[in-house]
């Protein structure tokens, strides 16, 4: 299990060191990518927060007419 | 949060990381791009140089006609949208001047010490940022939020009408080391269409991404607004 594990991550090191090293640029990229992705999610997160604190307010504000 | 716009927010992040998996795809059969003098594996940035001015003409155009439906209806959201739409569209723009300037650096400029040389292409690029700066520059100057929203609203019109010009038409009739200039041919001519595989969805994930970010401000615009209404009605029931 062990030499297996090892053989995976010798695979790995030869693809991330053959083409120039390319593949390092990669994973350089989507460790960002994936930092900034999950950057937006928290910012959604906060706005939705917002968004309905901001309409509890408004109602509290402005209770809804009776229409009758 | 609809629904629609969370399915919409992951199709768009898991375009943009297949678009990125593809832009460094190597050593296999399909997408092996050629490698060129002076250019060599540099040739990537055209996933991601290129489609930051899409980018930014995108969200410029998107501006001039929530500016044109600010001018028609006096709406202060499509005001909002309007200016946040110009407000990434700069950020787009400062993005693809400096990641221009870093590949020109390296291939055009290598072995000298140049960041900078005032190309055509360059000059236009970083006047047509300015434009689009001083639309903001206009708005911070009017106090009244009715006039600065029909007033920048005429400006913008008039900026997004010169983004052709400066970006298109004036490079080409100028001497310029960018593709698509007077005596270089243009992308069309020199790019091997393997290339073209991964430019066009990149193009379209930015633009993606470019929405994902105009969505979130417009909603935190809206809101601020909404709580500032609610400030101004406390104010004026306190005055009576």
Same mark, same amino acid.
């Given at each position: 299990? *062990?030499?297996?594990?090892? +053989? =995976? ?16 640029? $990669? ?16 910012? &959604? ?7 309905? !604190?901001?309409?509890?307010? $408004? ?7 009776? +229409?009758? | ?6 399915? *919409?927010?992951? =199709? ?10 593809? =832009? /460094?795809? %190597? ?5 092996? *791009?050629?490698?060129?003098?002076? @250019? ?18 995108? $969200? ?25 739409a110009a407000l990434i569209a700069v950020i787009f723009g400062i ?26 292409? +360059? ?16 708005? !911070? ?16 019109? /008039?900026? %997004?009408?010169?983004?052709? %010009? ?19 041919? =243009?992308?069309?001519?020199?790019? &091997? ?12 994930? /930015? ?5 994902? @970010?105009?969505? +979130?401000r417009v909603r935190l615009a809206r809101a601020v607004m909404t709580l500032q209404n609610i400030e101004e009605d406390e104010h ?5």
């Amino acid at each position: 299990m *062990i030499t297996l594990l090892i +053989q =995976a991550a010798g695979s790995i090191e030869t693809v991330m060191l053959d083409n120039d090293k390319l593949m390092v640029v $990669l994973a350089v990229v989507l460790i960002i990518w994936i930092g900034i992705t999950m950057f937006i999610y928290a910012t &959604d997160r906060k706005i939705d927060r917002l968004e309905s !604190s901001v309409k509890t307010l $408004l109602s509290e504000k402005n209770p809804p007419v009776d +229409q009758s | 949060m609809p629904c629609k716009y969370k399915t *919409i927010r992951l =199709a768009i992040i898991v375009w943009m990381t297949l678009v990125l998996l593809g =832009a /460094f795809s %190597f050593g296999g059969v399909w997408l092996n *791009i050629p490698k060129l003098a002076m @250019l060599e594996h540099t040739a990537r940035n055209l996933y991601f140089h290129v489609p930051m001015w899409f980018t930014m003409m995108a $969200l410029t155009a998107l501006s001039a006609i929530h500016a044109i439906q600010c001018l028609r209806t006096n709406n202060p959201v499509s005001d909002i949208r309007s200016r946040i739409a110009a407000l990434i569209a700069v950020i787009f723009g400062i993005l693809g001047l400096t990641t221009g300037s870093v590949w020109a650096h390296y291939t055009w400029y290598e072995g000298t010490n140049i960041w900078w040389n005032f190309d055509p292409k +360059q000059s236009m690029a970083a006047v047509q940022v300015l434009i689009y700066c001083a639309y903001f520059a206009l708005r !911070s100057a009017l106090d009244d939020p009715r006039k600065r929203a029909r007033i920048s609203a005429v400006y913008n019109i /008039f900026a %997004f009408v010169t983004v052709p %010009f400066l970006l298109y038409v004036l490079p080409r009739q100028l001497e310029s080391l960018h593709p698509g200039a007077e005596g270089n041919p =243009a992308f069309s001519e020199i790019t &091997d269409p393997i290339m073209r595989v991964i430019f066009y969805p990149a193009v379209l994930g /930015f633009i993606g991404v470019g929405w994902l @970010l105009y969505t +979130q401000r417009v909603r935190l615009a809206r809101a601020v607004m909404t709580l500032q209404n609610i400030e101004e009605d406390e104010h004026l029931q306190t005055k009576t």
